[in-house]
């Protein structure tokens, strides 16, 4: 956002990526149970407060033996070991295995002291008329014995500072007794689209008017974004109305997205009211306006690379872009001289190459390619067209679905 006094140049998409991720300040840290971290930013590096497993334990269901009382055991001359006890998962520390005895233990339960092996039970199932259990061959030293810090050791780190936590790191952390971790504070959005056409999705179809697909769309993707939508408003083509409702948002969102109404028309409202806000250029405390373009493709396009980034570096993200491939273009595809374009591709994996192809027309208002989309290929400002063979970079909306 500059000045909105004299006249503007366009700015290349690198410039534009520069200034918006500028003024894209991390937000506030929060911390909160496991169960609310899924798919936010860490915060903090984690490491672990003691090894996992924490002690020595059984893989399976059988025998805790002292491997030197199974050497030389064959099915003619078995090894003939008395019980000694039977250890439960849970029940505490066993009492040291003696030799010459047997241990039967239970899959996750502490292996006695002593003890440096595990029998499958199925190897070893019953016990003769004197009690005694008979082995019929040696067991090599570990075998299906959990050592105590074989998953992670105590102190070792774990996740870095801007990791997209998972399930999986959430388990990781519960199973060390981390219950609550720090992560990056959700930004809120508000949504404004506007347009006298705009009908709500289950209005019925009156001539000359559409429904709104922008709204429900970003939305989404801001939810996707890890953003929270704290309101969505359908605006009518005034500048008056978009500039109060403008004012307002600054009170209740991080950033403010509207859609449609930034082009040269005589009804471009946000456009208007944007010209009559100097404050807009002025804010410093990490809130940010967006004004996108009306049509679909155009949103979700300018959304993917400059909107998302943002989001994702506001709340801490190391990996702020989607996905990033090297795709080669399947046919010619003209561009723009001077003007970075992102063109919706379906993507093919052939001989250890992504091949990409146009999902269809690469007009703004159609939908249909955007859906069909696996990626936005990534044209350069420097190139006139993409020949088929030539190498471009592609960003990963969703990966194609297996044959």
Known sequence: MGSTAGPRRSLSYAEARARVLAAASPLPTETLPLAACDCRALREAQ??????????NSAMDGWAVRVVDLAGATAGHPARLRTAAVIAAGAGVPEPLAAGSAARIMTGAMVPANADAVVPLEEAPGSAADGTIAFVRPAPAGQHVRDAGADVAEGER???????????DLALL??????????????????????DELLA????????????????QLALL???AGAEVVRSDRLPDDAR??????EAAQAEADVVISIGGVSMGDFDPVRDAIASMPWIELWRDGRLVFGLPGNPASVACVFEALVRPALRTMQGFA?????????????RIESRPGRTDFVRVTLERHAGDWWARPAGLQLSGHLAPQSRAHALLIVPAEAEALDPGDRAAALVLRWPEPA
């Open 201 to 216: 999705i289950e209005d019925a179809l009156v001539p000359g008017r559409i429904r709104d697909s922008n709204s429900l």
């Open 319 to 331: 990996e702020i872009e989607r996905v990033r491939i090297e795709a080669l273009s399947a046919e």
């Open 241 to 246: 109305a978009v500039a109060a409702r403008l």
């Open 222 to 224: 801001l939810a996707e």
């Open 47 to 56: 490491r672990a407060p003691h090894a996992l497993p924490p002690f020595r």
């Open 158 to 168: 774990l996740l870095a500072a801007g990791r997209t936590l998972s399930p999986h």
């Open 174 to 195: 519960a199973s060390l007794g981390i219950a609550r971790i720090p992560v990056g504070r959700r930004p809120r959005a508000v949504v404004l689209s506007t347009g």
